[in-house]
């Protein structure tokens, strides 16, 4: 698309968003320089088009790859004020509301981008976070149920279930976490507590600590 309309925001802003999940999923076999030209097509997308929604949200979100959650903010609450029925840009919110110790805004980000998209494709993710802000309240009971409905929705991939492995054990179902822990390894022998935590720079110590020591327990 951007090769036959090269002034069409919406196609680089696709582009970022496929690099960025290339960066943050280790898809690439060059993290860093998915990294990179992530930035580059949100930075192109909005040079083109800065009332996009669309490019406005892929800009916040490449922040999450350096962990710069606080210079994500004000692109996704951007991305609201110009859509405010967008649903992936509210679940985006939540997430970095959620990651820097806001689960109480972090979940009704989430509850309102489920309640605006429904059948969404990254459904999983919001309820991913769902459970996410029950981890960091503290709350593990409700973390996984949450995390169980998150690694059973379509397209939910390996760190979701390593969300789930971490809720049960919090939980103390010890099967349920082993089971999910074994299942996201297989999916990417990769995984560890230190990418998971690259993932989810949990901001919150004792939040941080209490995940790191559940993974670190499923690990052996």
Known sequence: AVELDPGFARAHAGLSFVQFEDAFLRFADEPAAAQTEARAWAERSLELDPLDPFCNLVM??????????????????????????????????????????DPASGRADADEALKLSPLDPLAYGML??????????????????????????????????????????????CARADAAFASSLRRNPDLSAAEFLRAFPVRDPAARERIAAALRTLQG
Do not use: C, F
């Open 60 to 101: 916040g979100r490449v922040h999450w790859l350096n962990a710069d959650l606080e210079a994500s903010l004000p692109w996704l609450e951007r991305a609201i004020r110009l859509n405010p029925n967008y649903a992936q840009a509210k679940y985006s919110l939540a997430w970095t509301e959620t990651l820097l110790g």
């Open 128 to 173: 991913g976070v769902r459970a996410l802000s029950h981890l960091i309240g503290d709350e593990p009971a409700a973390a996984a149920q949450w995390a169980a409905r998150a690694a059973r929705a379509p397209g939910a991939h390996a760190l979701i279930e390593m969300i789930a492995a971490v809720a049960h054990a919090l939980n103390g179902d």
